[in-house]
C-alpha cells in the first residue's frame, strides 16, 4: 500500500521560504493525485492545494495562491509544496495525501502521511 511521507517542516520568520516533500517507496505513488493541507489545533483540517497524477492541473485554496506552488518531479514519485512569503497564519501541521480518482475534497484522500510541523514565527 502507498505510504506518503512528509518532510521538510521547521521553523522559519514571516517572509520567509520552506519546501515541503512527499514521497512515497511504491512507485505506483506517480499514479496517484496528491494533496497538501494543514491543520492548527481546534481546528478543522485545510485542503491549501493539489496536482494530478500527471502534474497537471494544480489547485491553490484562497489562502496560499501566489504564495505556494505544489509541483512534482518527472518520474512522478515526489511532490513538493514550495511556500513562500510565509505568515505566521501559515504556522501548521502540512499533510500530503494520496487519491487514486477524484480530488475534490478532503474525503477523496484515503493514503496520508504523518505530519511534518511548519512554525512561523514573527
Known amino acids: 500500500q502507498v505510504q506518503p511521507v512528509e518532510s521538510g517542516g521547521g521553523l522559519v520568520q514571516v517572509g520567509g521560504s520552506l519546501r515541503l516533500s512527499c514521497t512515497a517507496s511504491?512507485?505506483?505513488?506517480?499514479?496517484?493525485?496528491v494533496g497538501w493541507f494543514r491543520q492548527t489545533p481546534g481546528q478543522k483540517r485545510e485542503y491549501i492545494a493539489a496536482?494530478?497524477?500527471?502534474?497537471?492541473?494544480?489547485f491553490y485554496s484562497n489562502s496560499v495562491k501566489d504564495r505556494f506552488t505544489v509541483s512534482r518531479t518527472g518520474d512522478g514519485n515526489t511532490v513538493y509544496l514550495q511556500m513562500n512569503s510565509l505568515k505566521p497564519e501559515d504556522t501548521a501541521i502540512y499533510y500530503c495525501?494520496?487519491?487514486?480518482?477524484?480530488?475534490?475534497?478532503?474525503?477523496?484522500?484515503?493514503?496520508w502521511g504523518q505530519g511534518t510541523q511548519v512554525t512561523v514565527s514573527s
Open positions: 495525501a494520496a487519491a487514486i480518482n477524484f480530488y475534490d475534497t478532503e474525503d477523496d484522500f484515503n493514503l
Open positions: 511504491d512507485p505506483t505513488f506517480s499514479s496517484f493525485h
Open positions: 496536482i494530478t497524477w500527471t502534474g497537471s492541473p494544480t
